[in-house]
């Protein structure tokens, strides 16, 4: 245990949040690296959650992971915020610091990026053409993720264009905005496809998509972890395409936010991913 045996209190706020699986995998970290911590979920409505916030610090919480619908409210409370949350206009992890300040960041784009690495080892960014389907917050995280890295080349496609337009105006001018429709045609230039649609989730339609059109040596990325197989990343297997799901994102999301929080960055091992697959799949 940590020196003084103080318990470092941490929370993840978000509105429903009962379903999150993060309590589970953080307090299992903690256990693992006898850290004296305790990570607890909380449920705030969306009025009362800025005064929630701000009281963070008060109530003894060194820290808290933000979720939906909280991440972009997040931004207002914070006294600092990083490059990246301010990019991705969200923030998914609030740190106290002295004077009861908090800094908001955001490491989805981390748990993007390092499941990629983890996944494919010869990655090279600068020859990536990345196809991103979909326009929401998650999209912001991918390609503000793939930018940091070097890929050059990144074409966004979302049903609703204007979406799609914006999250251009925000991120970056470089990113290439194309028709949803287009999008079986599209994928012959691509090298990375990323799904980030919520379509293919459980509850949700399969992503309507033809990869006739797809090289076999593209990377086929799916960020839904519920359920692990969409029909996406099927088709993709089928033909031989890498495929990787979301499942890595959300747990090196989570071990990004543990370091800010307690210096130790956790290792993703097997049974932190079978603590998300057992409850969560
Ligand atoms: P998240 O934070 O998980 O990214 P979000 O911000 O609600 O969630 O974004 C959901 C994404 O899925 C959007 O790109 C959305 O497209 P629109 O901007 O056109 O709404 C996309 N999406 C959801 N349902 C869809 C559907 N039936 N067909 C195509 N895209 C869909």
């Known amino acids: 245990m940590i020196a003084n045996q103080k318990t470092l209190k941490v929370c993840i706020i978000g509105y429903p949040v009962s379903h999150s699986l993060s309590p589970l995998l953080h307090n299992y970290w903690l256990k693992k690296y006898k850290i004296s911590g305790e990570y607890v979920s909380s449920e705030v409505k969306p009025d009362e959650i800025e005064a929630h916030l701000l009281n963070l610090p ?5 820290g808290a992971n933000i979720t939906i619908p909280h991440k972009r409210a997040a931004i207002k409370v914070c006294s600092e915020i990083s490059d990246t949350a301010r990019k991705v206009g969200a923030v998914n992890t609030l740190i106290t610091a002295p004077g009861g300040k908090l800094i908001g960041d955001n490491t989805d784009p981390y748990g ?13 960014p600068r020859q990536t053409k990345a196809l991103v389907l979909g326009a929401g917050g998650a999209s912001r995280s991918v390609c ?8 050059r ?29 287009d999008r079986n045609l ?18 949700m339609q399969d992503l309507k998509i033809s990869l006739e059109n797809l090289s076999e040596k593209a990377i086929v990325y799916d960020i839904v972890y519920t359920p692990l197989n969409t029909s996406f990343l099927d088709a993709a297997r089928q033909r031989g395409n890498l495929t ?21 960055e956790p290792d993703v091992d097997e049974r932190a991913k079978q603590i ?6």
């Open 112 to 124: 993007f990026i390092k499941n990629l690495k983890k996944a494919y080892k010869k990655w090279n």
């Open 186 to 203: 599209l994928l012959n230039c691509a090298t990375l496809v990323v799904n980030t649609t919520s379509l293919g989730m459980t509850g």
């Open 276 to 281: 998300v697959l057992e409850r969560g799949i």
């Open 144 to 151: 503000y993720g793939l930018l940091k890295e070097g890929v």
């Open 153 to 181: 080349e990144i074409y966004i496609l979302n049903r609703n264009r204007t979406n799609a337009e914006n999250l251009k105006t925000d991120i970056n001018d470089s990113l290439i905005v194309k028709s949803w429709k």
């Open 58 to 62: 008060k109530h003894g919480f060194i």
């Open 244 to 264: 990787i799901n979301g499942l890595g994102m959300f747990l090196y999301q989570a071990a990004k936010s543990f370091s800010l929080w307690f210096g130790i």
